[in-house]
């Protein structure tokens, strides 16, 4: 059994991450502290710090967490980018540089990206390039990690359980269950590879 870091657990792709991995000591944690054990804001790395140090020894680290904002592009503000941009893809390096120097030898990170950067939807431009970004951060940078830390990135669709909220937005998609989606992350703490895009889509 591993002791596994589930940051927005309480969403519907953390959901799907923890049905992948029952087996394990789940220690969750979020942006707002409810409903978990600790309090973590992904864009910070202070407070990323102090979560690592808080919960001491730990196997692996899934971060389901990544603010977007949606807009047209020519809409799009320099402060919605940031906004963006420091979460979704600094704040998920961060999350791999600051828990590297934390992490067990041989653990490893699982992020998240989204079907949006091979799939662009209207105004999900931001979304769509951090995702593109952070698949990209993922494969070049599991060739620089130390002590056999791997590095992999989800990529799911959209899920059964959030149908009723995105579908209107997302014409001619078809969703996944989120127990498929878990097994990806299942397979990217519970396996050997690294530097790998797991992509789950109908």
Excluded at 13 to 21: F, K, N, P, W
Excluded at 48 to 62: C, I, K, M, Q
Excluded at 144 to 161: C, D, K, M, Q, S
Aim: charge should be neutral.
């Amino acid at each position: 059994m591993k002791t596994v870091i589930v940051i927005g657990a309480n969403g519907a792709i953390g959901q799907a991450a923890l049905s992948g991995l029952r087996q394990h000591r789940i220690v969750r944690a979020n942006r707002s502290g409810q409903d978990a054990e600790h309090q973590v804001d992904i864009s910070d790395a202070a407070s990323l710090e102090r979560l690592f140090e808080r919960v001491g020894h730990f196997d692996a680290v899934v971060n389901a967490a990544g603010f977007c904002e949606y807009a047209p592009f020519l809409d799009m503000s320099e402060a919605q980018w940031r906004a963006t941009l420091d979460s979704k893809l600094l704040g998920q390096m961060n999350v791999v540089r600051v828990g590297a120097r934390h992490i067990a030898d041989g653990g490893s990170f699982t992020l998240i990206s989204g079907i949006l950067s091979s799939k662009p939807l209207p105004m999900a431009i931001a979304d769509a390039t951090a995702s593109g970004a952070i698949e990209t951060f993922v494969k070049c940078v599991a060739f620089e990690l130390p002590r056999g830390i791997r590095v992999n990135v989800i990529n799911p669709t959209v899920l059964e359980e959030s149908w009723a909220a995105y579908g209107p937005m997302m014409p001619g998609f078809q969703p996944v269950p989120g127990a498929l989606v878990g097994k990806a992350f299942q397979r990217s703490v519970d396996g050997f590879i690294t530097g790998q895009v797991l992509t789950v889509d109908a």
